[in-house]
């Protein structure tokens, strides 16, 4: 999907709302970062019916899709790495959208750099990385992309840290990730 896309569905926001409970919110706050984060990815998934597309991303705002993204992007690299985050579905999600500007605003500086760095390898082999392939070729796409293995790394060591970041954004700006809390 195109950033220009992207921008339009963001500004066709329906009046579907993303409403968490209160109770949700404390709880996954005592729980910690990952589980506070979790209320509001959970909310998400309910609102997009659980499939992202196009069109469900138009249900959601910039921020919230943001925040769906670093979920996805977390849950994909740390159990396949860049190439299975690829190779799923989500490089266009990721690399071809303002994901990285995002995590910068976020105060996930360094891992923005990050995102860059791996949507450069991205846009060079997109067609490549992207094309249908046999269980094989897919295990020997991680020997032929190893230039991923670095970025994984790093992410893998800085995880924790980014996540807390997102989670002190999230919590500072609770208005820009949940339309309405409820009791």
Do not use: W
Not at 92 to 98: K, L, R
Not at 135 to 157: G, H, N, S, V
Request: include cysteine; proline fraction near 1%; hydrophobic fraction near 40%.
């Amino acid at each position: 999907m195109s950033s220009a896309l992207f921008c339009i569905l963001l500004r066709q926001k329906s009046d579907i709302m993303v409403r968490i409970k209160d109770e949700d919110l404390r709880r996954g706050a005592e729980e910690g970062m990952d589980e506070f984060l979790q209320v509001f990815i959970d909310a998400y998934e309910e609102v997009i019916g659980g499939d992202l597309t196009a069109e469900t991303m138009g249900l959601l705002s910039g921020h919230q899709l943001s925040l769906l993204a670093y979920y996805y992007f977390r849950r994909e690299v740390m159990e396949g790495g860049f190439v299975q985050l690829i190779y799923n579905g989500y490089g266009g999600f990721i690399f071809e959208n303002p994901f990285a500007k995002a995590m910068r605003q976020f105060g996930a500086h360094r891992f923005s750099k990050l995102i860059y760095r791996g949507r450069e390898i991205y846009m060079e082999h997109k067609e490549d990385l992207t094309r249908e392939r046999s269980d094989e070729e897919f295990m020997a796409t991680y020997e032929q992309y190893a230039e991923f293995d670095r970025l994984e790394e790093i992410f893998l060591d800085e995880e924790e840290h980014i996540t807390a970041t997102l989670a002190a954004y999230v919590d500072e700006h609770i208005e820009e990730f949940c339309d309405e809390i409820i009791n």
